[in-house]
């Protein structure tokens, strides 16, 4: 992510793997502040984590290394799979999921910085988002919810 500023917030929240990174999942994290969500997730009780967080101003929060898999999409599937935790990068945007909050151009273009490099390294199949996998369907929103997010622009 060359020419990103890259913080290490590590959250506990992960465990070992069982099987390959297939897919990268996007999301909001549905906070008004990064620093909300980087709190929230370095709580053990939260059992929540994202790979990365992607700040307004474009700052990339890395939480979990990619190598293991952390706790961002609850009940899912995709593909056949329903431990989408297990097989996924998931990279989540500050943003409020309120239908209002655009997302930014800075995190438009780290996430596609970071998307590449993923897809560089791992042997991932496609990028979907929490909306698409969340089970029962209808459960998530995000990212969709930003009014300008098109998923074209991370494929």
């Not at 500023?5 to 992960?14: E, T």
């Not at 700040?55 to 706790?71: F, H, I, P, Q, S």
């Not at 990068?89 to 996430?111: C, M």
């Amino acid at each position: 992510w060359t020419g990103t500023s890259v913080i290490d917030r590590p959250s506990p929240n992960h465990n070992a793997r069982s099987h390959p990174i297939r897919c990268i999942v996007l999301h909001n994290d549905a906070s008004p502040r990064e620093a909300s969500t980087l709190s929230w997730c370095a709580s053990p009780k939260s059992q929540v984590s994202y790979h990365v967080l992607i700040g307004r101003d474009g700052t990339c929060y890395r939480l979990v290394d990619d190598k293991r898999r952390a706790w961002a999409v609850g009940k899912s599937a995709w593909r056949g799979a329903t431990d989408v935790n297990g097989i996924s990068l998931s990279l989540a945007f500050s943003n409020r999921n309120d239908g209002v909050e655009r997302l930014t151009a800075e995190q438009i273009e780290v996430a596609q910085a970071v998307i590449a490099d993923w897809k560089a390294t791992w042997a991932i199949e496609d990028v979907t988002t929490h909306k698409i996998v969340a089970r029962p369907v209808g459960r998530k929103h995000d990212p969709e919810s930003a009014p300008n997010f098109q998923l074209g622009e991370f494929l």
